[in-house]
């Protein structure tokens, strides 16, 4: 009886380490404290005995160690204008692959709605700040390096992440205990359509002037200081929370020689996307652990198994190509057809050289087209006119070349319909 006891108690501890809320502020220390705002999952206030009185703290809530560590962590944040925390979905999401990948996982809740009086931002700026404090102090017990921080966010969580990666030097808060000489600063960031991020949207608001204008800049809230970190920008590009806010941001980062990703995804609205991107942008910067070795591209793609067959042109008629210049090669074109057609969009390929050389069987080329007969997509690969024009013939150095892809494309059309394919998704 005393074993059963042991063993159910342990299971009991478990458990609620594994789910493990814990507030971040000290009673009566939350700055900026206002009666009308909460600290829940949207989720959680509409269950019928939720107490907003015993809500109104900022908290994290700690899963469990992953199986197989990788020595980093992850603080996910939702998004919900600053209004709520809604993002159940994505944080569940988040949590499970994470957690997969080896990420001591954290959900951090802050506080909601929009305070009064105040940037809307900024109870959750202040919640941010001592959050990633909390997180660092607690590296060692929770067995993670306090230099491995990251986040992933979504929407007005990302323009709270946005604060954190950006402005660790500008304190949100006046200190309150020790746990305020510890850094707030994050070491990388996945960053999913940030909202208010421009200053026609900074007060709250979708963009007012949809991000465009000489005059759209980022909101001078980002200070971008020598503790900006790495990030990984994911944005629809039918935002309503326009992705130039992404853009604006990607920019700075590559003037101040900070790694970076941009992601836009046409014709998508406010939403998350490309989180298999995400996780080649961790394993690249070194956040999975050590990163292999690199794999040659010919090896890696090696097999012409996916292809059903091949055929081969030319782009021009007999004594009909325009500046025909004695030292070019001869231009051609060829369709791979996949042995299974799972679109009827076509990808034109072909490689760069400097208007020098080109090679449609070379590494630029080969496992491209090998990846898309994969997936099932016809691929025509071209070869082009090279080297360059002489300079006796006063013909720029992309002529010859251009002239070949303009026909190639209309050769490709003018047989699509005839292949089965769509003359109208040519890439």
């Not at 478990?14 to 009673?27: D, G, N, S, V, Y």
């Not at 021009?316 to 060829?334: I, S, T």
């Not at 208007?355 to 007969?373: C, I, K, M």
């Amino acid at each position: 009886m005393k074993n059963l006891f042991v063993f159910v108690f342990i299971m009991y501890s478990t458990c609620a380490f594994a789910w493990e809320r814990e507030l971040i502020w000290p009673k009566g220390k939350m700055p900026h404290y206002q009666e009308k705002q909460i600290a829940a999952m949207l989720d959680e206030t509409k269950q019928k005995d939720f107490n907003a009185q015993k809500h109104r703290t900022a908290y994290l809530e700690w899963y469990e160690k992953p199986e197989q560590p990788n020595g980093g962590c992850m603080i996910l944040i939702s998004g919900g204008g600053y209004n709520t925390c809604c993002d159940m979905v994505y944080i569940d999401q988040w949590h499970s692959k994470l957690t997969k990948l080896g990420f001591q996982c954290v959900n951090f809740v802050y506080r909601t709605p929009r305070p009064e009086g105040l940037p809307v931002y900024q109870t959750a700026w202040e919640d941010g700040q001592r959050a990633v404090r909390m997180v660092r102090s607690e590296a060692k017990k929770r067995g993670f390096n306090p230099e491995k921080i990251g986040v992933i966010s979504q929407s007005a969580g990302s323009h709270l992440a946005l604060l954190l990666a950006t402005s660790s030097r500008t304190p949100a808060y006046a200190p309150i205990d020790i746990l305020d000489t510890t850094s707030c600063h994050i070491n990388w960031g996945i960053i999913n359509s940030p909202a208010y991020a421009t200053n026609d949207s900074e007060k709250g608001t979708p963009n007012a002037r949809q991000g465009y204008g000489i005059d759209i800049k980022l909101s001078k809230i980002f200070k971008f200081d020598d503790k900006t970190c790495s990030l990984c920008l994911l944005h629809g590009g039918n935002d309503k929370y326009s992705p130039t806010a992404s853009t604006l941001v990607y920019r700075q980062l590559r003037k101040m020689n900070i790694p970076a990703e941009l992601h836009l995804y046409p014709d998508k609205p406010h939403g998350v996307y490309g989180f298999d991107r995400a996780v080649e942008f961790m394993c690249q910067m070194g956040y999975l652990g050590e990163l292999k070795p690199q794999e040659e591209l010919m090896k890696r793609y090696a097999s012409d198994d996916a292809r059903a067959e091949k055929t081969t042109e030319d782009i021009w008629p007999e004594g009909k190509m325009p500046d025909v210049q004695e030292k070019q090669c001869k231009p051609y074109l060829e369709w791979h057809t996949p042995k299974t057609l799972k679109t009827k969009a076509i990808q034109i390929i072909y490689s760069g050289g400097s208007y020098q050389n080109n090679n449609p069987d070379g590494f630029e080329v080969t496992p491209a087209r090998r990846y898309l007969n994969e997936k099932g997509m016809t691929v025509v690969t071209m070869k082009y006119r090279t080297p360059r024009p002489s300079p006796e013939s006063g013909l720029a150095k992309h002529i010859t070349a251009w002239e070949d892809l303009q026909r190639t494309i209309r050769i490709v059309r003018s047989e699509a319909t005839k292949r089965g394919l769509d003359p109208d998704r040519i890439g």
